[in-house]
């Protein structure tokens, strides 16, 4: 079972549109939830983090949390060609050390 | 400037071969970690290090081998007991253990001829 889980899509959204990158979690202990962004053949870069429940605002991106439902999304408003990548949801589980599960990621394309 | 390098960008290996990937950071980072992505798969961590001197198996630890002599650096080894290492090969580092967040390399792409 995954404990980490994205629909992989794509998701295609048009230029200026606002593109929702939902993802869920198993485990009801996570504290960190971490949003990257990964252009093809290029290495993940952080986009935002959130460790309480609400949302959390970074420019365009807005980041909300909800750990009774046990999902995290990412909203990308007024969305650009540039933004079209793949976006990877990362969960730092109870415990862990440190250690980051990553879903499969979403991939998102901004048509336009 | 501060980051996290890896080298080579691209490596081939014959089948049977061992090789050894570079991951360097100036970041004064504790925590490192080495990380494989596989198409259409999210990474899964191969093993990690928290201090110097110390590190830890992940969830596919086996046919990799590392150590951890300087903080900045922490080298993995790809041994001919993995059978099927074609991946791209992520090094990151974060400042320590807990919720702090992790800084990704630029990645090795590592092909099996």
């Known amino acids: 079972q995954k404990e980490v889980e994205q629909n992989s899509g794509p998701l295609s959204v048009p230029e200026g549109a606002i593109a929702s990158l939902n993802c869920t979690y198993s485990d009801r202990g996570s504290q960190s939830f971490f949003w990257y962004r990964q252009y093809s053949g290029k290495s993940p870069e952080l986009i935002m983090f959130i460790y309480s429940n609400g949302d959390k605002e970074d420019g365009r991106f807005t980041a909300q949390l909800n750990k009774a439902s046990q999902y995290v999304s990412l909203l990308i408003r007024d969305s650009q060609p540039s933004d079209s990548a793949t976006y990877l949801c990362?969960?730092?589980?109870?415990?862990?050390?440190?250690?980051?599960?990553f879903g499969t990621g979403t991939q998102l394309k901004v048509e336009l | 400037d501060g980051g996290i390098t890896q080298s080579p960008k691209y490596l081939f290996r014959k089948e049977g071969q061992n090789v050894t990937l570079s991951c360097e950071q100036n970041?004064?980072?504790?925590?490192m970690y080495w990380y494989r992505q596989d198409p259409g798969q999210g990474l899964r961590l191969i093993y990690y290090?928290?201090?110097?001197?110390?590190?830890q198996k992940g969830d596919i630890a086996e046919g990799y081998s590392v150590s951890r002599e300087k903080k900045e650096s922490f080298p993995l080894t790809v041994t001919s007991a993995q059978k099927n290492p074609t991946a791209f090969y992520l090094c990151?580092?974060?400042?320590?253990?807990?919720?702090?967040?992790?800084?990704f390399g630029p990645g090795t792409r590592l092909t099996v001829l």
């Open positions: 990151a580092s974060s400042i320590a253990a807990g919720r702090d967040t992790q800084y």
């Open positions: 990362a969960v730092g589980l109870t415990g862990g050390g440190n250690k980051l599960t």
């Open positions: 290090s928290q201090i110097v001197n110390d590190f």
């Open positions: 970041l004064n980072h504790d925590a």
